[in-house]
């Protein structure tokens, strides 16, 4: 009997060592809270303290890079991702950022557009691109023009980058039915590499996400 309880004791401390040992990689929810905070005031000019904190288990790809591509035998590995939120109202949020238990990197950050405020020109703006007719699809190319370049502007102050890549990953695409505000989504591609997605607002010329394509 004493040699059982010895052998469980042995197995209970085992299983207890190797539990510890995984979690030796995590970050924390503390660093994660603090990573989320610090992305979200430096990518959104925001001034936020405080923010919710949950941690989930996510399917992907283990070599994956870029988007999701493979030749149909790759193999889904799992992720413990934190979801840091800052609410907007009881039931909303106003920002979420997604970082990598494992290395801390931040994967995607989101601010919701009911918290874009538009100034009163950018108003002004909204209103005679919706009331346009004649030259409604010139109007609308121009505004494109001035969004990619302020997402070009935006990328060099956030990302410390001199020289960004910066694509319309909606070329071709117009809007069916004239409208006062949209959205645009571009592919960034950095000197070291990486490959964002970006969706900014026009005319607010707020950036609503960002995502890594290509996270480790």
Known sequence: MKRKLVLLTAIILSFSLLLTSCKQGDIGEAKAKEIALDY??????????????????????????????????????ERWVYFVRVPLATTMTKYEVSVLG???EVIYAS???VDVRL????????????????????KHTEALQSLQL???????AKLDESRPIVLDAN?????????????????????????????MNWPSMQVLSIGVENAK
């Open 171 to 199: 070329r071709g695409e117009m809007p069916r039915v004239q409208i006062r505000q949209f959205d645009r989504g571009y592919y960034v591609v950095t000197r070291d590499g990486r490959v964002y997605s970006v969706a």
């Open 111 to 113: 601010h919701s557009i």
């Open 40 to 77: 979200i005031n430096k990518m959104f000019d925001a001034n936020e303290t405080e923010a919710s904190v949950t941690l989930e288990k996510m399917e992907c790809y283990r070599d994956a890079s870029g988007a999701l591509v493979t030749t149909g035998d790759g193999e889904f590995s």
């Open 119 to 138: 100034t009163d020109e950018q108003k002004k703006q909204a209103e005679e691109f919706y009331a346009e007719t004649s030259e409604w699809e010139e």
């Open 150 to 156: 302020a997402c070009s502007d935006w990328v060099k």
């Open 102 to 104: 494992s290395t801390g």
